[in-house]
């Protein structure tokens, strides 16, 4: 079994920064694509930043220079640094990791629980 736990979140006001981390346990053998998606209140889940295959990553186009992504995937970390932060940026934050538990199994998709982000003065 996968767990994927993040921490970091909080309050913090316009213009500031915060880091999250999300560190993925179990039963992994690889992981094809790990990254980070949000939830506002009344809006979908959007893509914030997502390392794919290959190591590149992509961001969403509203948090492009504001924030950065980074791993150590020998751990089966990834982070995501939120700088600038906006009161549009207010959202619960998701762990996503697409990744295989044995060699020859098919790629699973997973979740972490959400670390919520408040930006506000």
């Known amino acids: 079994q996968v767990q994927l736990v993040e921490s970091g979140g909080g309050l913090v006001q316009p213009g500031g920064s915060l880091r999250l981390s999300c560190a993925a346990s179990g039963s992994i053998f690889s992981i094809n694509n790990m990254g980070w998606y949000r939830q506002a209140p009344g809006k979908q889940r959007e893509l914030v930043a997502v390392?794919?295959?290959?190591?590149?990553?992509n961001y969403a186009d509203s948090v492009k220079g504001r924030f950065t992504i980074s791993r150590d995937y020998a751990k089966y970390t990834v982070f995501l640094e939120l700088n600038n932060l906006k009161p549009e940026d207010t959202a619960v934050y998701y762990c996503n990791a697409a990744l295989q538990t044995t060699r020859w199994g098919r790629l699973g998709d997973y979740w972490g629980q959400g670390t919520q982000v408040i930006v506000s003065s």
């Open positions: 390392f794919i295959s290959g190591g590149s990553t």
